[in-house]
């Protein structure tokens, strides 16, 4: 009985030995993980685009910046040179199609402030700015593939090379770069639901109408973090 009472006080000993040289090696150990590629690839900004033409930028501090896109700008100033143009051309004809052409100005105007006066839907609301999360969700996917092949093409280089491949490396340099990576897309979703809030509250809705955006984006969080713990098992 003594005996076995040893063994199992060894036995708890060397785990929890293993367990604190596991837990310095991951955690507390310090590794030289500075790496150009992998530091461009979290830097690279997002950009996505909003439904009134603007695009949210994230600065090197950070922070998001609404920026009015130089194409915005060009387009519009061919629309106004395109109807410059036309108006013009307008004026050189007869005084019947100068009528005509009143009368369908009258009756886009009626259009048109029918159409302002009509008060959209919390759907039509949300729809206007899933290409937008579409978007996002596409960018966040194509950085963490980049972040996945940089680390499996080092991981093969060193074993191909007979280096020794040590795992806490690995862990704390992809871990740290993944973090800062969902960091930055948390900040770009996040004020891109702001948007969408301000838009529903403008309209008279709760904000709470946009709460199945933030769990979606939740859920496919964790799908991705999932996804990507079973291809590291799988290698």
Do not use: C, W
């Amino acid at each position: 009985m003594k005996k076995l009472k040893i063994f199992f006080i060894v036995a708890l000993v060397i785990i929890l030995g293993a367990g604190g040289y596991l837990l310095y090696m991951f955690k507390f150990k310090e590794y030289d993980v500075a790496d150009e590629e992998v530091s461009e690839i979290v830097a690279d900004p997002y950009k996505v685009e909003l439904p009134d033409g603007s695009t949210l930028i994230i600065d090197e501090q950070g922070e998001v910046v609404v920026e009015e896109t130089g194409s915005s700008e060009n387009n519009t100033n061919t629309v106004t040179t395109s109807g410059s143009a036309n108006s013009e051309k307008l004026a050189g004809k007869t005084a019947g199609s100068s009528t005509d052409l009143t009368s369908t100005e009258n009756n886009t105007s009626g259009t048109t402030t029918t159409s302002s006066n009509e008060k959209p839907t919390v759907a039509s609301i949300k729809d206007k700015y899933r290409p937008a999360l579409e978007g996002l969700e596409a960018q966040a996917d194509s950085k963490i593939n980049a972040l996945i092949g940089h680390a499996v093409s080092e991981y093969n280089g060193k074993k191909a090379n007979g280096e020794k491949v040590d795992f806490g490396y690995f862990y704390n340099k992809y871990t740290a770069a993944a973090g800062n990576l969902e960091a930055s897309t948390d900040t770009v979703f996040y004020a891109v639901i702001g948007a969408v809030e301000k838009d529903l509250a403008a309209n008279g809705y709760d904000k709470s109408y946009a709460q199945n955006f933030k769990d979606e984006y939740e859920a496919t969080k964790k799908a991705r973090r999932d996804g990507i713990l079973k291809k590291a098992l799988g290698s």
